[in-house]
């Protein structure tokens, strides 16, 4: 049984061959967001699941909003310590005011593809971004609390040379 992976969007546009090949040996099967969707529809691969992350696998219910409210405001104390002071401390200059607005809509969608992780039940979250999601204690902290077991793309590659199911990358907390 292939297993299942949240891509961060920076692992597939630097390594889209290698995990499109791992995927079509069976051994992993890929989830990430939209934009995934449109490269992997551009690449002509069989899609049997939608891959969206955040947003296609949040489970409906009565109070899913205010959970995943909870969760995101929790996963960026996490991921990213000082998003509320940086938030607050340029609110008021113009000119720094739209690149913080896309620079804060890029950290809710890092934490939105977290939200997508947990609730999809998948078994690790695949990224380059180690200062974000693995420095500083980051990693055993989301392993600990959300059970997110976050992996690079070296991490993967050496799962796949010591198992041949790729179930649990070597060295990892």
């Known amino acids: 049984m292939a297993i299942t ?4 969007t920076n692992v597939f546009k ?5 995990l499109k090949s791992l995927e079509k040996e069976g051994k992993i099967q890929l989830f990430g967001n ?25 489970r409906v ?16 104390k996490i991921c990213f ?5 940086d938030l607050k401390s340029n609110s008021n200059d113009p000119k720094s005011k739209k690149s913080n607005d896309d ?7 890092d934490v939105n ?7 999809g039940k998948r078994d690790y979250f695949l990224t380059l971004n180690t200062k974000d999601f693995i420095k500083n204690g980051k990693r055993e902290t989301l392993k600990e ?11 993967l590659l050496r799962s796949e040379e010591h198992t041949s199911e790729l179930q649990s990358p070597c060295n990892l907390v």
């Open 5 to 8: 992976i949240t891509l961060d």
């Open 34 to 58: 939209e934009f995934l969707d449109d490269e992997f529809n551009k690449n002509s691969i069989e899609m049997k699941n939608p891959r969206v992350g955040a947003v296609g696998h949040i």
């Open 113 to 119: 593809m977290l939200i997508g992780h947990i609730n």
């Open 145 to 155: 609390v959300y059970g997110i077991k976050v992996i690079t793309f070296d991490d």
């Open 61 to 76: 219910g009565e109070n899913m909003e205010d959970q995943n409210a909870v969760l995101q405001s929790k996963l960026l």
């Open 81 to 85: 310590p000082n998003f509320e002071n």
């Open 103 to 109: 620079f804060h809509k890029n950290r809710k969608a």
């Open 14 to 18: 630097r390594y889209k061959d290698q």
